[in-house]
């Protein structure tokens, strides 16, 4: 495995909590009902695509809401935590020579500030932030030319079914994990390669692909 690329929010960071109750608090002004807890349990059954048609969101207003999301994030992003596990593994993938790197839909603000006061920016080789709600594969895809890349070198770690869709696009393998935002099994119906549940399972996923590679 030559690049292991990770998304940011619900991936890396433990953000979903701070997003929802940010996006609760801009809900009168963007003209949407806030979510309760049961309603977001709800939303983390849906693809990306089931849940904005069922957020009352206009996909006109969407842009400017995520925009704002982000601002008001960078206010309390350094008081966030990291997802239990992450450090160990991230600390591990990098030390058996993997080039790890973050593709993500938020701010460069949000994404440096965080890394660094979780003393973990060293760790990756680049990043690439605001990418639009559905452009990750645009992005991926770049990295892949730039880098001279071919599509079994590459492996994308993501917590929501758009991450899945965006590297089956192109398509490079990607890990769809469970301790982000969507739930298991609708992270399951989109047929990730991998779909797991912990941090620590994936040295175990780049070992067997690297074990593949090697006995061809
Ligand atoms: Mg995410």
């Known amino acids: 495995m030559a690049v292991i690329i990770f998304d940011?929010?619900?991936?890396?960071?433990?953000?979903?909590?701070?997003?929802?109750?940010?996006?609760?608090?801009?809900?009168?002004?963007?003209?949407?009902?806030?979510?309760?807890?049961?309603?977001?349990?709800?939303?983390?059954?849906?693809?990306?695509?089931?849940?904005?048609?069922?957020?009352?969101?206009?996909?006109?207003?969407?842009p400017f809401l995520l925009r704002r999301v982000k601002t008001e994030l960078r206010r309390e992003i350094q008081q966030l935590n990291l997802i239990p596990g992450v450090r160990d593994a991230l600390i591990a993938l990098s030390n058996e020579g993997h080039t790890l790197g973050i593709v993500t839909s938020n701010s460069a603000d949000n994404v440096h500030l965080f890394l660094k006061k979780h003393d973990l920016a060293d760790l990756f080789s680049f990043i690439h932030t605001g990418t639009a709600l559905f452009g990750k594969s645009k992005v991926l895809k770049q990295v892949l030319r730039r880098n001279q890349l071919n599509a079994d070198q590459v492996l994308y770690i993501g917590d929501e079914t758009r991450d899945i869709e965006a590297?089956?696009?192109?398509?490079?393998?990607?890990?769809?994990?469970?301790?982000?935002?969507?739930?298991?099994?609708?992270?399951?119906?989109?047929?990730p390669d991998f779909l797991i549940d912990h941090p620590n399972e994936l040295m175990q996923i780049v070992t067997q692909l690297e074990g593949v590679k090697c006995s061809r």
């Not at 909590?17 to 349990?41: C, Q």
């Not at 990607?174 to 609708?186: E, K, M």
């Open 8 to 62: 940011f929010d619900g991936t890396i960071a433990d953000t979903l909590a701070a997003i929802a109750e940010i996006a609760n608090r801009l809900a009168p002004l963007f003209g949407f009902s806030p979510a309760g807890p049961e309603k977001i349990k709800f939303f983390q059954t849906l693809s990306t695509q089931q849940l904005l048609q069922q957020s009352e969101i206009s996909v006109f207003k969407l």
């Open 167 to 191: 590297a089956q696009k192109i398509p490079i393998r990607v890990v769809a994990v469970s301790w982000g935002f969507n739930s298991h099994q609708v992270l399951m119906s989109k047929k």
